[in-house]
């Protein structure tokens, strides 16, 4: 092998990076094939599977739980491993189809391991036995010991297949005698490496490999094929099967091995490019702090120029209060005048008196009015020297390269929503998109304001975003790319997320469904109620004092414990539709009752009047309705003076949310457009709860459709 190795543009020891296993980092030992065709080692698949045990187990209950499983973990206990690697050992968590999948190191997708876990994967032999020839290279000077020989043991020179042992000389003669069926065992030059000489079957485990399915792409028996799952499937022969590949492969080869002047080209072009874009860089780099330093002596001049000017106003000031100083000191220093004027007073002499006294007067009565009309001469504040910054701040904040190659993207708030998930949109102006999008959303958080961005690529102008925290307001933004030409950030779109996880359910076609006045559609999502025959009849009853009642359809699935929310569309024709929630007791009780009954106004509790959810706003009943109909949404509320309407009138929205929290007894309803609580209700949490619906005339009620991630398909060969 070393001599063939030699010949050949690819030595042994430039496939290093082959044999590296994704999860340990390290060359693969006892590697398996994974149904996505990538191959982990024996021991790190047991070690995921158990991690992912460990983490279902401790966070069963926490939904949001971010722990990953291809963490390097500590080794698990022998007995647990041994546990595992039983054929008969199954885990629900990790091999039944219907739980969490194995994420593969590899390709970072989720697969299924099938019913049978690890022992229904493939050894891969041949990677095996390549690892083992890379071993050998790397050690070329480290000696494979004799197995059977007593210390100290000799050299070996040989390997055999069937007996999994390596001997020297001596000892193969020894245990391989002429003439004996063990000399016709198949021996190798010395190798730590053995391999059964026939592959067998993981699902029947003493069956050959016989066949290939072309469907799975996998190898199988003949049972597989008889009563299997590859039952149906088109499967070929082995040896035909491994010609096919054989040639394929060989010719892959031999086109790369062909163009080995065209790779040398091209990583020489790619060199010169690297060396040019550093190049480019640096002078992009100087051009950046030419116009910052730009900036900042403009700045620095007008910062400059502001702070004279305040300077200047300040000692204008300073100045104007000195005089007002020098001014009141020189009353202090007019004791002389007071003492003058008080032996003026002492004159008995009316006509010397006036004669002096007139004076006298005004410069007393000039001192007087100073004092009496003090204000000071400047003032103190300088309110008028604050900057106005913000605009400035706004526009260095969209400070970005200018670039006529990629325009800044429009979120679209119309075509955005959330609900399980959300759901962004957004469009490129002109009409023509860009080549690629990065959408980066983070979680608004006044407490911790350093939340990075997360970052997502995106090939269309719409993106699914899965795992978003309950009751939690999240910003989206998004940039776009042409060639590697990076647009700025759009504006920012804020949306809540709902209160509390979304419930799943459909209209139930059985308990209470009324197919004569009720419509409903094939998938259960929506329901109508058409005004017909059935309606003038309850008309003619209600003229001879009869009442028409409402017509129930309720959820297919209860709740008995925890908080959901979910939502849906009242059609805007609709004439009268109640939405809420009712206890299963509540709901027997209204569905079993006669359509007909003389007086429901004195029966609060019968569910069947309009106005019967208003009765004890203050008491939890068993039930929780509010009206909804002709463009209005009624929100009950008791009168607190005679006259005053029994309802509060709002517009209705386009999309209603109910929110029922089961442990606290309380029930809410939303507006979805923003997430905003319109009415909140205690309500008698008892029994198991169901989402309850009330029609009458023509009215439709349609569920809101999940928000539904878009998944990628595993890349499948030619």
């Excluded at 088109?234 to 491994?242: F, G, I, Q």
């Excluded at 001192?367 to 000071?376: D, G, H, I, Q, V």
């Excluded at 997502?456 to 309950?470: A, F, Q, W």
């Excluded at 359509?595 to 019968?606: F, G, K, L, T, V």
Aim: glycine share 4%.
């Amino acid at each position: 092998m070393e001599g063939d190795a030699s010949d050949t543009l690819v030595t042994i020891k430039n496939i290093e990076r082959e044999l590296i296993c994704p999860a340990c980092k390290e060359l693969f030992c006892h590697p398996l094939i994974l149904p996505c065709q990538h191959s982990v080692c024996h021991k790190c698949v047991k070690e995921l599977l158990l991690s992912l045990d460990d983490c279902s187990t401790d966070v069963a209950s926490d939904h949001s739980s971010q722990s990953s499983p291809r963490l390097r973990l500590p080794s698990p206990s022998l007995d647990k491993i041994d546990r595992i690697s039983r054929p008969g050992w199954k885990r629900s968590s990790l091999t039944s189809p219907k739980t969490i999948a194995f994420p593969c190191p590899g390709c970072e997708h989720d697969v299924d391991l099938g019913e049978r876990g690890i022992s229904g994967l493939f050894r891969n032999f041949t990677l095996e036995s390549i690892v083992e020839r890379y071993r050998q290279a790397a050690r070329a000077a480290t000696a494979i010991m004799c197995d059977l020989c007593k210390p100290p043991p000799q050299e070996s020179t040989k390997s055999c297949m069937d007996c999994s042992a390596s001997y020297c000389n001596e000892c193969f003669k020894i245990h391989h005698p002429w003439g004996t069926l063990k000399a016709q065992h198949e021996y190798v030059g010395p190798t730590t490496n053995f391999r059964p000489k026939v592959l067998m079957c993981p699902e029947h485990e003493t069956e050959k490999i016989n066949m290939y399915c072309e469907l799975c792409r996998k190898p199988v028996c003949h049972l597989c094929k008889l009563g299997g799952v590859h039952a149906n499937h088109r499967v070929t022969t082995m040896s035909s099967a491994y010609k096919t590949l054989k040639e394929k492969l060989s010719k892959d080869i031999d086109y790369l091995i062909g163009k080995e002047n065209q790779v040398k080209s091209q990583i020489s072009e790619l060199n010169m490019l690297m060396k040019e874009t550093e190049c480019n860089s640096e002078r992009a780099k100087e051009e950046a702090i030419v116009h910052f330093e730009k900036l900042f002596d403009i700045l620095e001049e007008r910062k400059s120029s502001v702070l004279r000017a305040i300077e200047a106003s300040k000692k204008l000031r300073l100045d104007k209060f000195q005089t007002q100083v020098e001014e009141h000191q020189g009353l202090l220093d007019s004791s002389g005048l007071v003492g003058y004027a008080q032996e003026v007073l002492k004159e008995t002499d009316p006509s010397c008196f006036v004669q002096t006294a007139k004076q006298l007067h005004l410069r007393i009565q000039k001192a007087t009015e100073s004092l009496k009309s003090f204000r000071p001469a400047a003032q103190t504040s300088f309110e008028d020297y604050v900057l106005n910054t913000s605009k400035q701040t706004e526009l260095l904040g969209e400070l970005s390269f200018f670039s006529s190659g990629a325009a800044v993207p429009e979120m679209s708030e119309e075509q955005s929503k959330v609900y399980n998930n959300a759901l962004i949109h957004w469009r490129h102006p002109g009409g023509e998109e860009a080549d690629s999008y990065v959408l980066e959303y983070r979680k608004v958080c006044r407490e911790d304001e350093t939340l990075q961005w997360e970052e997502v690529e995106v090939l269309g102008t719409s993106k699914v975003v899965s795992n978003l925290d309950s009751n939690a307001l999240y910003a989206f933004r998004v940039r776009a790319y042409r060639g590697s030409i990076c647009s700025p950030c759009s504006r920012e779109l804020v949306l809540r997320t709902p209160p509390a996880p979304v419930f799943s359910f459909l209209f139930d076609d059985k308990c209470g469904y009324s197919s004569e006045r009720l419509l409903l559609s094939l998938k259960r999502e929506r329901v109508e109620s058409r005004a017909g025959f059935s309606t003038l009849l309850d008309a003619q009853r209600i003229q001879a004092g009869r009442y028409a009642s409402l017509d129930y359809i309720i959820a297919d699935t209860g709740i008995s414990k925890g908080k959901h929310f979910w939502a849906f569309r009242v059609e805007p024709y609709s004439y009268l539709v109640k939405v809420g929630v009712a206890s299963s007791d509540k709901l027997q009780e209204w569905l079993h009752a006669p359509r007909e009954a003389s007086s429901p106004r004195y029966e609060q509790d019968s569910g069947h009047d309009s106005g019967s959810e208003d009765a004890g706003l203050d008491t939890p009943q068993p039930y929780v309705l509010v009206t909804v109909g002709m463009r209005k949404f009624f929100i009950p509320r008791a009168p607190s003076a005679p006259g005053e309407p029994e309802a509060h009138v709002l517009p209705m929205p386009v999309s209603i949310g109910v929110c029922l929290d089961h442990d606290r007894g309380r029930v809410a309803f939303y507006d979805m457009a923003r997430m905003r609580c319109l009415h909140e209700r205690p309500v008698d949490c008892s029994h198991t709860m169901f989402p309850a619906f009330a029609l009458m005339g023509g009215a439709c009620v349609q569920l809101e459709e999940p928000i539904t991630p878009q998944y990628l398909d595993y890349a499948q060969d030619a």
